[in-house]
T-cell receptor, first 109, second 114 residues
Framework: RKEVEQDPGPFNVPEGATVAFNCTYS??????FFWYRQDCRKEPKLLMS???SGNEDGRFTAQLNRASQYISLLIRDSKLSDSATYLC??????????FGAGTILRVKS | EAGVTQSPTHLIKTRGQQATLRCSPI?????VYWYQQALGLGLQFLLW???????NRGNFPPRFSGRQFPNYSSELNVNALELEDSALYLC?????????????FGNGTRLTVT
């Protein structure tokens, strides 16, 4: 079983749509969680950290369910500029940050 | 503020040779991480350095090694290069070794082994 699993997509959505990505992780001792965004041929960039209580940053909402070892990212009112690969990242013991393979989002006009 | 810088941008080597990749973290960042991203695959954790020491290592053979210098810059060495080592190598830095300190990535070094 992969340490961090994501649906690879692609998710093709129209502008203005709401889209949700899911991610599961295998190590129950994992300490922290993040969503990163990677544009084509670019380096990954931090989108947001994920907290147990859930957190929101503008149009983006992240949720964590430690019992189910499940992380989600919700994007509301999708923009063309949201098109990218979204990487679920889990910090296992010893600062080993494990990246999921990514979920591709394509927002179309 | 300057970001994470990596050099060279591209590196072409032949099988069996050695490659050296360099990384300068963001000023004030003490932790440096190395990742491999092969074509079509996700990022694979290679190494984590903090305060000059190797703190953790991914599932890579010993021919992947590195070090961190007193100024916190870092070097990744890959010995006895194999064709499957061809990949984008990304360096990242973080402000501290805290488990919730996010990573800031450089643009990467694209290594091609022929």
């Amino acid at each position: 079983r992969k340490e961090v699993e994501q649906d690879p997509g692609p998710f093709n959505v129209p502008e203005g749509a709401t889209v949700a990505f899911n991610c599961t992780y295998s190590n129950s001792a994992s300490q922290s969680f993040f969503w990163y965004r990677q544009d084509c041929r670019k380096e990954p960039k931090l989108l947001m950290s994920v907290y147990s209580s859930g957190n929101e940053d503008g149009r983006f909402t992240a949720q964590l369910n430690r019992a189910s070892q499940y992380i989600s990212l919700l994007i509301r009112d999708s923009k063309l500029s949201d098109s990218a690969t979204y990487l679920c990242v889990v910090n296992e013991y010893g600062n080993k940050l494990v990246f999921g393979a990514g979920t591709i989002l394509r927002v179309k006009s | 503020e300057a970001g994470v810088t990596q050099s060279p941008t591209h590196l072409i080597k032949t099988r069996g040779q050695q490659a050296t990749l360099r990384c300068s973290p963001i000023s004030g960042h003490t932790s440096v991480y190395w990742y491999q991203q092969a074509l079509g695959l996700g990022l694979q954790f290679l190494l984590w350095y903090d305060e000059g020491e190797e703190r953790n290592r991914g599932n890579f053979p010993p021919r992947f090694s590195g070090r961190q210098f007193p100024n916190y810059s870092s070097e990744l060495n890959v010995n006895a290069l194999e064709l499957e080592d061809s990949a984008l190598y990304l360096c990242a830095s973080s402000l501290s070794s805290s488990y919730n300190s996010p990573l800031h990535f450089g643009n990467g070094t694209r290594l091609t082994v022929t």
